[in-house]
């Protein structure tokens, strides 16, 4: 059985400090949903909240319609994954699993027959009685799993479980997470500050920054349709260039920096208009190497650097002004590696990149071209 969470003008402070503004948002029952951002954003603050550990300073959060004031976490139809996993290490597998029942006081066979069955859900059948230190990490990773959802919780919240993990297991996990998730049936709610396993594993993701959620969609909108410019620079790689709207048509502006004047969509609102402040984000695979013609926007670039990773060439390229541009070529019977120091002409089409209004960008953002 899954549940619907809503969470209606939540609102968290601790003192002076906001770690939660107004997040309003509703989680489907039976979604894979994520809260994304950067650390310190709130994301893991509403996870709190939602499980009971945190009390909201405003608003409220209703789990099936029902509202949670008052609720204590263990009274709540939810359980909780927490970063370090928190199994008990003395127990055997199947013990660490059936604990909730044992709790309750439900005779061992049946715990064992629980167990078992959770266990074919994990995909570790046969398992069961080993100890925790002879697991893998990503065993233990579903055997947490395992052992949450013998509380038989409407709700999985899960606190970045994944972040101890090396990159190759990180990725595997991801595509397990997804498939007990969608076996499972209930609503799983994800906390995270990898743009990878948010957009892999989710059906939608809240993007957050500083206590605010900052857009709501599935992966694809969020990577290709930004709102705002936190998104666009958090989300994905971006090349992001400053200027202002000399012209607007429709969906589609034209603006000055200090690279040239670039045609671009824009968010498809009325937020941008002639003589406002914006910024053009370009993303590293939207460049190509171009003549003349051949693209709606083209740019004379120096290289000076490129990075062979296999499917991908990452190209470090630099305008007439200085400005650094970073570009990705799919790696394929046709490419090859570039003379460094060698000017080339660049390009993109105007579906190619997004204009918005000027904003707060990521820490981690790339290149940022200034205008005039």
Known sequence: MSADVQLEDIGVRFG????????????????????????????TTLLRTISGFQTPSTGRVLIDGRDMAGTGPNQRPTALIFQNLALFPLMTVWENISFALEVKGIGKQERRRRADELLGLVALPGEAEKMVDELSGGQKQRVAVARALCAEPEVLLLDEPLSALDLKLRQRMRTELRAIQQRAGITFIYITHDQGEALTMSDRVAVMRQGVIEQVADGTTVYDHPETAFVASFVGENNAFSGRVVDRQEDVVSVETSTGVFRCRTSGSESLSTGDDALVFVRPESLTFSDVGRSDNLLKVRL????????????????????????????????????????????????????LPSGALAAQQGPRMRGN
């Open 16 to 43: 002076d400090f906001v770690a939660v503004r107004d997040a309003s948002v509703t989680v489907k029952g039976g979604e894979f949903f994520s809260f994304l951002g950067p650390s310190g954003c709130g994301k």
């Open 304 to 355: 000076t650097n490129q990075e062979f990773e296999g499917h991908f060439w990452h190209l470090v390229l630099k305008t007439t002004d200085g400005s650094p541009i970073r570009m990705s070529v799919v790696n394929d019977a046709t490419s090859r590696a570039h003379q460094i120091d060698s000017e080339v002409t660049i390009g993109f089409d105007i579906a190619g990149a997004i204009a």
